[in-house]
């Protein structure tokens, strides 16, 4: 599931490619997809807008349009973007042939460049393709479908993006912030960090890497966090999303970056996915537990239990 650091990423590679560029019109082959408003008005809504800016809210990509529109990408598990260059051409045949299919598949891409180092691979489960004024196209692929993608007058953000609390490389989110969060809650602290409504954008991945770094054991009640371990939970949060943003995002599974690259950063976790593997700083075996019903690593010697 794409997280902060990922989304981040690809909203700083669309920021580099599409602002400036213009969308002639939009396809939608799976129409959940489109979120609000009816995928008739969207697509008619879409046309011809100019892409003025690209920023992230949380998990939220978010397109600032001309026409005074905000277009906001949530890729929930499988969502990708992918940008292909002019010459590709789109195949819809699969539709009539065999609507099964064409349901799981969506359309075939080819294009008559082979050189252009394309895998028509990455290319399928097309939900949305965006088909800009110069030639390219921006596809939205989706192997399982959970992702969403919205339209919005600017002035309705706020609905837009209801529910998300304090964005984790903001300035506002202090160490005093972070403790007000926590104070009161009896919950895991694994299961408060992973609530959008606290921390916006933080995931499974990087509250295991936060915690980790912080030496707090996942089942901790958030409130029982003492000033001093929620200081370095904070540092853990920030240090986990920004290394994580500087090698490209994680991809384990279905995450792909702008290009259909995979990032590097499984290369640098430490607990996450590490179970049975030992401990960077005590040797100590790392563990895998299921905390609200996600898998959450830690090291049982250096995250312990127990609290003063
Ligand atoms: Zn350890």
Redesign the pocket.
Known sequence: MPELPEVEYTARQLRTAIVGATIRDAQVFWERTIGHPDVSDFLAEIMERSVLGVRRRGKYLVLDLSGELILTIHRRMTGNLLLLPPGWEIDTSLRERDAAAWNTRGPAFYSADESDGVDPVELRYCRVCFNLLDGRTLLYTDPRKFGRIELWPREREREALAGMGVEPLGDEFTVEALARSLAGRKGAIKQVLLDQAVIAGLGNIYADEALYYACIHPLRPARSLSADEVRLLREGVVAALTLGIEHGGTSFSEYRDLWGEGGDNYNHVRVYQQNGKP?A????LIERIVVGQRGTHF?P???KLTWE
């Open positions: 401990c700083r005590c040797g100590m090291c010697a250096c995250q």
